[in-house]
């Protein structure tokens, strides 16, 4: 089910943070050089995508890098593009942390599932991750359920789709993030909706915090991987 609702008039801040900011001031210096802002790659800049085509973010990343990392922090690939970021913490609302590119682009996650995008083009304007949380923490049992994502198209304007949705455990996997190597469950998210049909993979630890994830954004954005490499 897809439906538009009128354009509004936008604030200047993104309505989930608890203050604004013209850039992240957040930089993390760790990470600079290995991984592509995602915003130069929406500009094109063939040369920045193609000298980070070779990040891997099982082995690129150091422990001495983690450790001198300011913040909780996650590193981002948007997979049609093979573009990466790190995501640093800019703030915590309520639940819903929003993390920044090192050129401003936001993504918002409650618990490493995906709530709002800023920045991307086609983005999240906002995704009801709860739906999820509970199918995840049942660890597959909860049934059918119905996730709702809203969006912005080209003009602006929000269009909402429904999916419905089921949880799938796939089982134990061992996830590998700077260079260490972790105990994890998988699960597969798959959604349909009217018109489309999606999978999210959500990699959880042996206490259940995420540590890694493919979540589909947008039509247009397609999917973005998540690997937390500070918790």
């Known amino acids: 089910m897809i ?7 936008w604030l200047l801040c993104f309505p989930m943070l608890a203050s604004c900011s013209s850039g992240s001031g957040l930089e993390t210096s760790a990470l600079q050089g290995l991984t592509t802002t995602l ?8 040369d920045r995508q193609a000298a980070n085509a070779n990040f891997n973010p099982a082995t690129s990343i150091t422990r001495a890098q983690v450790a001198s990392l300011p913040a909780r922090t996650w590193v981002a690939h948007l997979d049609e593009r093979n573009a990466w970021a790190s995501l640093t913490l800019l703030g915590n ?6 993390y920044l590119t090192e050129d401003s682009i936001s993504v918002s996650l409650r618990q490493g599932v995906l709530v709002a995008t800023r920045g991307l083009g086609n983005d999240v304007h906002v ?15 909860r049934g059918r359920y119905t996730r709702e994502m809203t969006f912005l198209d080209p ?12 949880m799938t455990p796939i ?6 993030i700077a260079q260490t190597r972790q105990a994890t469950r998988q699960y597969s998210e798959d959604c349909q909706s009217d018109t489309r049909k999606i999978t999210n993979l959500f990699w959880t630890s042996t206490s259940g915090a995420m540590t890694r994830t493919r979540q589909w954004v947008s039509p247009t954005v397609g999917y973005l991987d998540t690997y937390l490499v500070k918790p």
């Open 155 to 166: 003009t602006s304007q929000k269009i909402s789709t429904l999916f419905s949705c089921t």
């Open 39 to 46: 915003a130069d790659v929406f500009r094109g800049n063939k």
């Open 93 to 98: 609302n309520r639940g819903v942390r929003t």
């Open 171 to 176: 089982g134990p996997t061992a996830v590998t």
């Open 3 to 9: 439906f538009r609702i009128k354009p509004i008039v």
């Open 127 to 141: 995704a009801n991750p709860n739906p999820t949380l509970a199918a995840l923490s049942s660890q597959g049992t």
